[in-house]
């Protein structure tokens, strides 16, 4: 199928087909219509987006989706190695909530100082 019908039946614009077969998370092949050239797409295509589109809701990057899609293209994809890319999500997203934590806590801590950092002189 066509870039277009790809696009209609995953709920995806098509410059987001070609942004996922750029980072080599969906295949395609090439045909000729005479001096034109196209992609053209199999079913697969569709549902590798769908699971692009959630592993995004996941949080994660389309950098990160890249082995994970390599291991299920080549059909290497078990659900060891998917639950070790949630972990390691999970983790992640752990780190950025203590760190924006004790950013928090530092905001506040200035918010009630007399004198917070950021007021200018003639604020004071």
Same mark, same amino acid.
């Not at 019908?5 to 980072?23: F, I, N, Q, W």
């Not at 079913?43 to 995004?56: D, L, R, S, Y």
């Not at 082995?67 to 780190?95: D, S």
């Given at each position: 199928?066509?870039? *277009? ?6 709920? @995806?614009?098509?410059?987001? @087909?070609? =942004? ?19 992609? @053209?797409?199999?079913? $697969?295509? @569709?549902?590798?987006?769908? *699971? ?11 950098? $990160? ?9 080549? *059909? ?14 999970? $983790? ?18 200035? =918010? ?13």
């Amino acid at each position: 199928m066509k870039i *277009g019908e790809v696009a209609r039946l995953s709920g @995806v614009s098509k410059d987001a @087909v070609r =942004l996922y077969t750029r980072y080599g998370l969906i295949q395609c092949t090439y045909e000729n219509a005479g001096s034109a050239q196209y992609a @053209v797409y199999d079913e $697969e295509a @569709v549902e590798m987006i769908k *699971g692009i589109k959630t592993m995004q809701s996941l949080g994660f990057k389309l950098s $990160e989706m890249k082995p994970l899609a390599e291991a299920y293209q080549a *059909g290497t994809l078990n659900t060891a190695t998917g639950r070790a890319a949630l972990r390691a999500k999970l $983790e992640e997203i752990k780190t950025k909530q203590t760190h924006l934590a004790e950013l928090a806590a530092q905001i506040q801590h200035k =918010l009630s100082s007399p004198h917070p950092a950021t007021a200018s002189h003639r604020e004071r």
